[in-house]
């Protein structure tokens, strides 16, 4: 979608298609990190972001016995010139959809389309679709953008050898409960071990009577087996026997995880997996963006700011060489070697590594017994720059699509 709208913005003509029959607010809460909410804005969204999420303030990460490791601000507050938002995913999926309509017209996005097949043509490319109903058609275009995430048929076709996903050990357990927020109104809080983690995060402004906000959370273990470990479908329904024993006595005066968990509306399993990085993303007039390019483990919540920077990217290299091959090799080389590296550093983890380099060195009675504050504070940052939002080189770097 945000493809869609950059092609919009560019003057170029662009349809959406999309495999599913009805296009429905599917998943839970995401954060989305300065450098995509900046380029949302370029696009004229912050309405969109200021009805449908909340800027975050702050993120926080506790020890297993609810020690507090780190807490740094986010967003405006760390001096961004941008906020970083939580918002529902199928909200802004939605919201992104409307302003597609609104822009390039109701018949811009196809649904019922599922790409099975593209070959190059003569000034182009071609690619086939087929329906529900098992009937096809072809699209001619001067371009394929396959943005069709983490199963991409896109990207199966360019890299015919890649396999399935790689599951990375754990399993995500992921739902939506009313609840109190805690520490700031709109913190981020990460607690827990490598092998058993809890996040909770609001995605909602508190109720002004109750002050309830809805209060997005993700139960994370390491097992040694899942039976579905490589499939990864933003709706997986599970049962929360499935997995609460082991957070059974995470409850604290200030977060009671069992409570929070129970009180869910549905609970949705992921597994944690990624591909491995491929070298190239673009073959002739077909290109990769977002997941289709570069799933990864979502362990530094920023897999869906990255797809979001990328089209951005693509559309300024489509401004500047038009609709060629080599503007989507401009955009592969400026993109492809830092993500690429990023996919490999969130198998380490991500940002929560630093709770595997502290139990290590445990045990402890206290923190900087065995971790200094510049030691955490090096390698937050040594994530961010990785990741693409460093707070100075995000804030002086010029606009990606000038107007
Ligand atoms: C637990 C978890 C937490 C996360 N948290 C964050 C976060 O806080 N911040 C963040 O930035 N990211 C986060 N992510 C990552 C983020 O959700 C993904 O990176 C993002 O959804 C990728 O977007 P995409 O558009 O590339 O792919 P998708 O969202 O997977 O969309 C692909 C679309 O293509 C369609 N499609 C698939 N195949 C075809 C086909 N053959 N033909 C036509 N259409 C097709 C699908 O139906 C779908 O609509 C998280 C992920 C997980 C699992």
Redesign the pocket.
Known sequence: ?AMALTCHQLGLKAQV????SE?KPL???????PN?VRELIDLGLEGLLADIGIQAEEWALFTKSGELVWAEPRGLNAGYHWPQY?VH?GYL?MGLLAAVKNRLGSDAVVTD????GYKNIENGVAAE?TSLDGSTHWVNGDLLIG????????RKQMHPNQGQPNWGGAV?W?GISEGLPTRTQNSFVLMGSMEQRFVCYPISKPDPKTGLSRINW?AELTLPTHESATQ?D?NSAAEIEDFISPFNHWQFDWLDVPALIKSADAVYE?P?VDRDPVDHWVEGPVVL?????H??Y?V?????????VDARVLGAKLKALGLTTDALLAYQSSVLPAVNELVLRNRGAGPIGILGVIEARGPFQSIDEVISTDEIREFMSAYKEAAGFALSTLNTSPKTIKD
């Open positions: 979608m298609f999309e495999a599913v296009i998943g839970v809460g995401i954060n989305l990190q995509a939580s995913r999926l389309a599922r790409l099975t679709f943005a069709d995430g983490i199963h991409s048929q896109v995500m992921r993700i990864s933003w992921y944690m963006i977002g997941d289709a390019a799933a990864m979502p530094g919540s920023n897999g869906a700011s990255q797809g979001i």
